[in-house]
């Protein structure tokens, strides 16, 4: 008798277990947010502070402008290497020395005693926030699985609205209550407590991670977008109290075009480029470049000029221009959340319905200025502000997701870090342009409310452009990355 084989079905095999959570993700998400604040918050304080500033230091009209842009500009320039870095250094080791230099830079800021070395130190501060803040997004994705991620990044988009808006509101309040007879300066040594806070947090809770393909850094990357950044701001900033000499054109043509050989080297750099190559191929992503920043750059410009018209030509104190920005706040408050459960179903149109709800507060406001003269007041202003944050939370809730939706997954990492970058070479520009479009405005005559009213139109305009290119954007908005 022959023995017949029986063929036995092969057991099947259970899916692989999901490797567990970290068991700190959401404290490590509370650290990379108090990194966010600090970074936001020093990017808006100076912007009310900025006349008392000057009036202890000294420094001509530029100078405030400096304090601002030379932070931003930093910030910009040197985000996307700071990724690179956390990626070959690992992230951790990175954030720690981003965070405790930040905390020390914010420290010689309160300490600077003269205009050129608050400048100095704004840069120095600059430069450590564009270490610290790029490990915070590698970090979630590193101890938050799939599932959460999307949770997780949720709540990036109200803390850094709302800490963009309060900053202002948070420095004129600082100024004016002159805690242990500090003044101003305490609006850079509140970073000091939050610093140690986050300094400890990050030695304690935050595993350590880095990228698991070898990295190289791109110096002559990091060498043409900094001299191009540089070409393009200075002369911006400086044209003015110069007079407009022709080197100054110049200067702007050599900045445009170190940033086209820029781009070109970027695209021949391989696995090595600061900006993934692909990338700048994607016209979706481009576009969300050029949409980024113009958006940042009306938001941040006009913040600056907002600020200097309250307290230069309406003689509000600190705190009464900080507390004018309130209603701004609140209207950030009310959509921010609320946008990112739109998106889903509207994908671009709620970034859109922002940018025109923006563009029509920004021309209630200046009406409301021109009717109104040197005269108006805080209360006046209330409901065009209120409009104008209303729509920005529509905005800062959807920009990022939308403009990553056009890219890959393996893209997402590089292009978010580019994108932040965008976000403040955007404030840099603002800043130097439109506040140089105010004070121009005074130097030829013109009343303080004649040029604010047509400063806030032209970034009304700004903003308008902004809504015409985001229909080069994915209609639908990416939910699961930042």
């Given at each position: 008798m022959s023995a017949t084989a029986v063929a036995v079905p092969a057991p099947e095999l259970a899916p692989p277990a999901e490797a567990p959570a970290y068991r700190w993700?959401?404290?490590v998400l509370a650290i990379v947010l108090v990194a966010e604040i600090m970074d936001l918050l020093d990017s808006t304080v100076i912007t009310i502070a900025a006349p008392t500033v000057r009036a202890e230091l000294g420094g001509g009209t530029s100078t405030m402008q400096w304090w601002a842009a030379g932070y931003t500009l930093a910030f910009g320039v040197f985000m996307i290497v700071g990724g690179r870095l956390g990626d070959v250094f690992g992230r951790r080791r990175v954030f720690v020395v981003g965070i405790t230099?930040?905390?020390?830079?914010?420290?010689?800021?309160?300490?600077?005693?003269?205009?050129?070395?608050?400048?100095?130190?704004?840069?120095?501060?600059?430069?450590?926030?564009?270490?610290?803040?790029?490990?915070?997004?590698?970090?979630?994705?590193?101890?938050?699985?799939?599932?959460?991620?999307g949770g997780a990044f949720a709540a990036f988009g109200p803390v850094m609205g709302l800490a963009a808006i309060a900053g202002p509101i948070l420095a004129g309040w600082l100024v004016s209550a002159d805690l242990l007879g500090t003044g101003w300066r305490m609006i850079f040594l509140i970073n000091v407590p939050l610093g140690l806070v986050g300094l400890l947090g990050a030695l304690r809770f935050m595993p350590e991670s880095r990228s698991r393909t070898p990295i190289k850094l791109d110096p002559l990357g990091v060498g043409l977008i900094s001299v191009a950044s540089l070409a393009l701001i200075y002369p911006l900033v400086q044209g003015r109290e110069l007079g407009?000499?022709?080197w100054t054109f110049g200067l702007m043509a050599a900045g445009i075009a170190l940033l086209a050989v820029f781009a070109a080297v970027e695209r021949r750099s391989g696995e090595h480029a600061l900006i993934a190559p692909s990338l700048l191929r994607n016209r979706a992503f481009t576009s969300g470049l050029v949409v980024g920043i113009v958006f940042f750059s009306g938001f941040a410009g006009l913040l600056l000029v907002v600020s200097l018209f309250l307290q230069l030509a309406l003689h509000f104190t600190p705190v009464h221009a900080g507390l004018t920005f309130i209603p701004m706040s609140l209207g950030v408050a009310i959509t921010a959340g609320a946008s990112y459960a739109l998106m889903p179903r509207f994908g671009r149109k709620v970034l859109q319905a922002g940018l025109l709800i923006v563009s029509a507060a920004l021309v209630w406001l200046a009406v409301t200025v021109t009717h109104d003269g040197a005269g108006v007041s805080?209360?006046?202003?209330?409901?065009?502000?209120?409009?104008?944050?209303?729509?920005?939370?529509?905005?800062?809730?959807?920009?990022?997701?939308?403009?990553?939706?056009?890219?890959?997954?393996?893209?997402?990492?590089?292009?978010?870090?580019?994108?932040?970058?965008?976000?403040?070479?955007?404030?840099?520009?603002?800043?130097?342009?439109?506040?140089?479009?105010?004070?121009?405005?005074?130097?030829?005559?013109?009343?303080?409310?004649?040029?604010?009213?047509?400063?806030?139109?032209?970034?009304?305009?700004?903003?308008?452009?902004a809504f015409g290119l985001s229909f080069l954007l994915p209609k639908d908005a990416r939910m699961e990355e930042f």
């Open positions: 993700r959401w404290v230099g930040f905390t020390l830079a914010s420290m010689a800021c309160a300490l600077a005693p003269s205009p050129d070395a608050l400048i100095a130190t704004r840069v120095l501060q600059g430069g450590f926030g564009a270490l610290l803040i790029p490990q915070g997004l590698g970090m979630i994705k590193t101890v938050f699985p799939p599932k959460e991620m407009w000499p022709i805080s209360w006046e202003l209330v409901p065009a502000l209120l409009a104008f944050g209303l729509g920005m939370g529509f905005v800062f809730g959807p920009l990022f997701n939308v403009i990553l939706a056009g890219v890959d997954e393996h893209e997402v990492g590089s292009a978010s870090g580019t994108l932040n970058a965008i976000q403040q070479l955007g404030n840099s520009i603002g800043v130097a342009v439109l506040a140089t479009i105010f004070f121009s405005l005074l130097d030829h005559g013109h009343t303080s409310a004649t040029a604010m009213t047509r400063t806030v139109l032209i970034s009304a305009a700004v903003f308008v452009v």
